[in-house]
């Protein structure tokens, strides 16, 4: 079992950036590949972002990639998504997630949810 805890979430202007946090315990985070998703109101959950187990493959949906980055400190055992330009579609909360089976990659089926930190991107 691992436990998620994200942050970093809130409010920022469009064309602005955020960086994401989600702290993992219980498991070490290398024993997982991990992503983030999205769901906003009234709409389906999304896959935004993925980063493999081994932490060297990474995998974006169309709609971020060039402004979103994925990536792991694994001494801090921490998973972030850093957001650059984000625009008012990126409004959502946000969820980290992380799935032990490796080779579902590049697909994302994750075991294990953290609650969620909403953005806001708004002037």
């Known amino acids: 079992q691992v436990q998620l805890v994200e942050s970093g979430g809130g409010l920022v202007r469009p064309g602005g950036s955020l960086r994401l946090s989600c702290a993992a315990s219980g498991r070490p985070l290398s024993a997982f590949s991990m992503g983030w998703f999205r769901q906003a109101p009234g709409k389906e959950r999304e896959f935004v972002a993925g980063?493999?187990?081994?932490?060297?493959?990474?995998n974006y949906s169309g709609s971020v990639k060039d402004r979103f980055t994925i990536s792991r400190d694994y001494a801090k055992n921490t998973m972030y998504l850093q957001m650059n330009n984000v625009n008012p579609e990126d409004t959502a909360v946000y969820l980290c997630?992380?799935?032990?089976?490796?080779?579902?990659?590049?697909?994302?089926?994750?075991?294990?949810w953290g609650q969620g930190t909403q953005v806001t991107v708004s002037s």
């Open positions: 997630a992380a799935d032990p089976i490796d080779n579902h990659w590049p697909r994302l089926m994750p075991d294990y």
């Open positions: 980063i493999r187990r081994s932490g060297f493959v990474t």
